[in-house]
């Protein structure tokens, strides 16, 4: 059996979507996308099987699409909660307070960075180096949800509404 039949139809319509924005021979510039809609997918983290099967259905060597699995901070390589939290930690938002957002979260879910709750809701994700909304520090994602200006109570909001 092909490993491209772990790619649902919509992961493979989504593939086609990216591969088209380039031009012909480059397909490996579709990576991210695939890799992204296959992870989400996939309860929010990449399996060896669907990386290769991302490889096959892109014609790729397989270790060209691990090499960028395992690189960007929003790709994931092993189960991690529900709701992957990010907050940026670069320079704007350190100064506005990122340190602060980031053990507020750490003391309210009970975890430390890189860890999932214990009930698998949430994932705090390591350090984000950058998130590109500099203008709104402190600023932390939420999936794809961005949430900007926050204060302790901003990220108790945005959490209880998740919950």
Known sequence: MSDQLQLSEHVREEIDHWVRKFPEGRQRSAVIGALHAVQHENQG??????????????????IQVY???TFYSL???????????????NISCMLRGSGEIVEHL??????KTGES???????LNR???????CC????????????????????????????
């Open 45 to 62: 983290y990449l399996t060896p099987e669907l990386m290769d099967s991302v490889a096959e259905y892109l014609d790729l060597p397989p």
């Open 127 to 133: 350090e984000e180096e950058c998130l590109a909304a």
């Open 117 to 123: 709750t214990e009930d698998g809701k949430f994932y």
């Open 67 to 69: 090499e960028i699995a």
């Open 136 to 163: 709104g520090a402190p600023m932390m994602m939420v999936d794809h949800d961005y949430h900007e200006n926050l204060t302790p109570a901003k990220v108790d909001a945005v959490l209880e509404k998740l919950e």
């Open 106 to 111: 750490e003391k309210k879910l009970g975890i």
């Open 75 to 89: 790709l994931e390589t092993e189960p991690v909660g529900r709701y992957r939290i990010s907050v940026c930690t």
